[in-house]
């Protein structure tokens, strides 16, 4: 069963924006969950990028700060990271992940290039 989806990636030149979304599974109330947004480049580990509590409470990873976004919206039950003034190191695949107690979840990933 596919519990989360992923859209939004894509081509965007530097200093563009672009919007990540992960919707949850109707077996699944999102806000519910601790969810972040993790992200992979070529060659290297994959990274913590934002996360979102089930309380509400977000935090980034240092280089994102200031310019990514995570939200939720629990009518649509989806989670979103906004990305403003994005640079050709953000390049990678960006996976959504959720997490409730022993009970985690990923999303499929989305390639999000940044060049121009």
């Known amino acids: 069963q596919v519990h989360l989806v992923e859209s939004g990636g894509g081509l965007v030149q530097p200093g563009g924006s672009l919007r990540l979304s992960c919707e949850g599974s109707?077996?699944?109330?999102?806000?519910?969950?601790?969810t972040g947004w993790y992200r992979q480049a070529p060659g290297k580990q994959r990274e913590l990028v934002a996360a979102l509590t089930d309380g509400g409470d977000t935090s980034y990873k240092d280089s994102v700060k200031g310019r990514f976004t995570i939200s939720r919206d629990h009518a649509k039950n989806t989670v979103y990271l906004q990305m403003n003034s994005l640079k050709p190191e953000d390049t990678a695949v960006y996976y959504c992940?959720?997490?409730?107690?022993?009970?985690?979840?990923w999303g499929q990933g989305t390639q999000v290039t940044v060049s121009s």
């Open positions: 992940n959720a997490r409730w107690g022993s009970r985690e979840h």
């Open positions: 109707n077996s699944m109330t999102i806000s519910l969950w601790t």
